[in-house]
């Protein structure tokens, strides 16, 4: 993310003697994206960062994966794998559940009600969606206050942990990637401002305001990491409470970008999904859809055209409003469809004519849009409704 940021207490200049009242130095770490040539911030800690107590294994759940086979596009009822009041002792790091995956990034869901542990990720960034509730992120650059509709991004390695409002549930769309998450390139100068036809803004994008110092001792940090068959963990125990850190500055940190500063990109005619997208990654991109003004040509059909997906799969989680191209299926808030590259989708029967002199659209949806194919974690293939494939038959007689 580059675009400059300090907080708290730093020296002068970097690399250099910065002391405590005391007289002793605070322990300076360089937290960076690709070895030393991309972004970065410099974190003065308390403690030394690298300092173990000790470690042992660390099971991050089923993260196993099943193909897509016979090739079908799927509904998947997310709202289901969380039943009754089950939220209640569930956090948002170890409670997580596998929906799809694949080389390049994997969908979990979770309603959760529990502090988390402390974590971090060194397999790639997190982008979480917050579909429903608030509260904050404790990490080591300070807090995230979030709310429903706020997009939270964690890069690779920040350790942190999910603090929700107590009494009520928090729903989130986790998008973990096994590389950076970002906005889209044309959307960047070739410094990294966000330019005049980008549809947000840095003032859009919100980081923490202040140190968050805990001069507690010891603790446990759970970390997701690349083992020899796939993805594993750690459990380190460390001396000194990683949030230590006085003050830090750089372009690389933690922030929310909440959805309704995401401003539309509309046409005459229907426009491609590209103008709806807000943050890409390897192999993938991630694009919103808004409450918006559609389709002003006079013969203009505002709903999708049927299109093959002939280079991705598409994964559009529904998380507000009234989603017109689906009506019928049982699609419904929390509800994920997947429609995998190799089957031509669009909008379902009675769709189109239904459309015609919409001017106004009120939907909320977050799509992922893989270019490898994805596959069916453990949560998604709970969720399936197993008829969502017979959903585009037209049985007028």
């Keep these: 993310m580059a ?18 009242a005391e007289g002793g130095l605070y322990y300076e770490e360089l937290m960076g994206e690709e070895g030393f040539s991309s972004d970065s911030s410099l974190l003065y800690h308390r403690g030394i960062p690298s300092a173990i107590v000790s470690a042992q294994s660390w099971d991050p ?18 709202p289901e794998l969380f039943a009754g009041e089950e939220w209640k002792s569930v956090d948002v ?38 579909e429903d509730g608030a509260g904050t992120v404790e990490t080591v650059f300070g807090v995230l206050p979030f709310r429903t509709g706020d997009y939270v991004l964690l890069p690779r ?17 986790i ?29 859009d994008l919100h980081g923490p305001q202040e140190p968050l110092v805990f001069d507690t001792g010891e603790a446990e940090v759970l970390v997701k990491h690349r083992g020899a068959s796939g993805i594993t963990g750690t459990r380190y125990v460390v001396p000194q409470h990683p949030f230590d850190v006085v003050g830090w500055d750089g372009c690389l940190y933690p922030y929310t970008f909440h959805i309704s500063d995401f401003e539309p990109i509309t046409g005459r005619v229907h426009q ?15 694009c919103n859809f808004v409450p918006r003004k559609v389709d002003y040509h006079p013969l203009s059909v505002p709903v999708p055209y049927y299109h093959s997906n002939v280079d991705s799969d598409e994964v559009m989680f529904y998380c507000g409003g009234d ?60 969720a399936d409704d197993g008829v969502y494939a017979r959903s585009w038959l037209d049985n007028r007689a």
């Design 323 to 382: 989603y017109e191209a689906r009506k019928g299926t049982g699609i419904t808030q929390g509800s994920i469809s997947l429609h995998p590259g190799g089957h031509a989708h669009g909008p379902q029967p009675g769709a189109v004519e239904r459309s015609l002199g919409k001017e106004f659209f009120d939907e909320l949806a977050v799509m992922v849009d893989t270019f490898r194919p994805l596959q069916l974690g453990e949560g998604g293939t709970v």
């Design 93 to 130: 790091v170890t409670g997580r559940r596998l929906v799809l995956g694949n080389e390049d990034v994997r969908i979990s869901y979770v309603v959760a009600g529990e502090t988390s542990p402390l974590y971090r990720n060194a397999i790639g960034d997190e982008c979480v969606y917050i």
């Design 61 to 78: 759940g089923d993260l196993s994966l099943t193909p897509n086979a016979p090739l079908l596009p799927r509904h998947l009822r997310l």
């Design 272 to 286: 491609p999904p590209p103008v709806h997208q807000v943050f890409e990654g390897n192999n993938f991109v991630v």
């Design 3 to 20: 675009y400059y940021r300090r907080v708290g207490e730093i020296p002068p200049k970097r690399h250099t003697q910065f002391r405590t």
């Design 157 to 173: 390695a920040t350790t942190h942990r999910w603090l929700p409002e107590p009494g009520n549930p928090l729903r989130a769309y």
């Design 175 to 203: 998008i973990e990637a096994n590389s950076h998450i970002a906005p889209p390139k044309r959307y960047l100068s070739r410094y990294g401002q966000l330019l005049e036809h980008a549809p947000y803004c840095e003032r």
